[in-house]
Structure formats: C-alpha cells, structure tokens
C-alpha cells in the first residue's frame, strides 16, 4: 500500500505468498469462497468474546486461505456492513493472523459513465472515502484518504479483469454532495468498506488488493436497492470465479512477482 496515492510498495519479501486473508463483508459473498476454497469455521474464536466476526481457514494449494467476515449484527440479524465494522474486523485478523496478503472481495456499485456494467469484475487502483467531508485545510485530504493499491500489473494483464478506482461511504445511495467527491475521486465503482480495509492495511503496512464485482449502476434510473437485490446472487457466482483465479494466479508467486 502507498499512503495518500505517492510512493512506491516499500521493500517486499522475496518468499512465495503463503499466508492470505480475505475480508468480505456479506454472508451471500463469503459463503461461495468458503466452499469454494473448502474452507471450514474455527470453533474457536481468534477474536473477543461476544463480537459476531466469523473466520474459516483452509489450505488450497500451497497457500494458507483465512477468510473473515464481520458476521450477523447482534441485534437486527443482517450482515454488519459498513467501515467501522470492516476496520474493526481487518485490524483484529492481522493481529491474530499475521497474513502475507490481504483481498478485499465484495459486490460494488458502477459507474455506466465510466465504463462499468453489471457483472463487471474489477481489480481496483486506488480507494478514497467520499462522505467523510471536513473543509479544513489538509483535514480535507485526511479526509478523502486517498490511497494506491499494492500493485498487481502481471495479475491484471493475465486474468485481463478491469482497473478501476474505488470510493467507499457509509451509505448505499449517493447524495449530490457524495457524487460530487465521487468524481473528483475519479471512480468507476463505490462500495462500504473498501478504504476502511485499506486504511488498515496500510496502518500495519500489509499489501492489499481489492475486488469489486458490480450488482447495480448507480448512475441509472433504477432503484440502486432493487437492482442490488436483483443482480446479488449472479454478480456474487462472477466474484467467487475471480477471486478462485486471483488465489490461482498468486500460488507459488512472490509479492513482486504479482
């Protein structure tokens, strides 16, 4: 990770990947990796008692698979999506998992005026924050928090998947003043916990790609919920195929390799 967009990924070991976490945030999203992947649930929590967060572990190949997901809220029942919940479960997985890699994988909205389509897979460039607005000078850029994604130029070219820039809110719709700031972060999707890993990722200095599959256009006339709702099942099956040919493509590679 190169913080606020400048630098380059600093020096990487020259082992193969051996370890990855994968941080997803739906049930709907993780469950099609885990099987995938044979992935089975620790009885026993790596996390502090009481917190709904969800770990499987498994080996594929050469490669020591842990996928986390923040699990159900404890008291409505749905998936605990949104930042707080994806930072507070990346900080804790990197404390007790010590991962070579992190994936963030999940379903995204897009932008038809910048090219994306539903079912589109992206392989993301840069992630920034867009309703986190504090109009004081260099709290504004704070704010943003504009980052670069660990470089993957040989992982792009050989599973030819998009590029795009990724702007991550609270919010599933987009007010004018989010769309504003989703512009001028030059995105083509948006999601709710993109840059939230990131920032975490970038606090303990762990190299993470991102993975976005879009479920609906945010720039159309239809409902972003509806559509959502619509296109998840389809979109989720388009995710677990590309994150099965990232784990592919990294097994054996080295950081600098990728």
Same mark, same amino acid.
């Given at each position: ?21 994968? *941080? ?113 000078? *260099? ?41 504003a700031t989703i512009t001028a ?39 972003t919920a509806e559509e959502f ?30």
């Amino acid at each position: 990770m190169a913080p606020h967009g400048e630098g380059s990924d600093a020096q990487i070991e020259e082992h193969p990947v051996s370890s990855i976490l994968i *941080v997803i945030a739906m049930q709907t999203e993780a469950l099609p990796v885990v099987n995938k992947f044979q992935l089975v649930e620790n009885p026993h929590t790596l996390f502090p008692e009481g917190v709904p967060w969800v770990h499987y572990h498994g080996t594929y190949k050469d490669i020591v698979i842990n996928l986390v997901w923040p699990g159900k809220d404890l008291t409505l029942g749905v998936d605990s999506i949104g930042t707080v919940s994806a930072s507070l479960v990346t900080y804790a997985s990197i404390q007790a998992l010590q991962p070579d890699l992190i994936i963030n994988a999940g379903t995204a909205g897009g932008f038809k005026a910048r090219g994306a389509g539903i079912g589109d897979v992206y392989l993301v460039s840069h992630v920034a924050f867009h309703d986190r607005r504090i109009p004081i000078p *260099v709290f504004d850029i704070y704010g943003v928090g504009l980052r670069q994604t660990f470089s993957t130029p040989n992982l792009l070219k050989a599973l030819n998947l998009k590029a795009g820039k990724l702007s991550t809110g609270d919010s599933l719709d987009m007010t004018p003043q989010d769309e504003a700031t989703i512009t001028a972060n030059d995105a083509t999707v948006k999601d709710m916990e993109g840059a939230a890993v990131a920032y975490v990722a970038d606090l303990f200095k762990v190299p993470a790609i991102f993975v976005k599959a879009v479920t609906d256009i945010v720039d159309s006339e239809k409902p972003t919920a509806e559509e959502f709702l619509q296109n998840l099942a389809a979109v989720t099956a388009a995710l677990d195929e590309a994150v099965t040919q990232i784990v592919d493509f990294i097994s054996g590679k080295c950081l600098s390799e990728l």
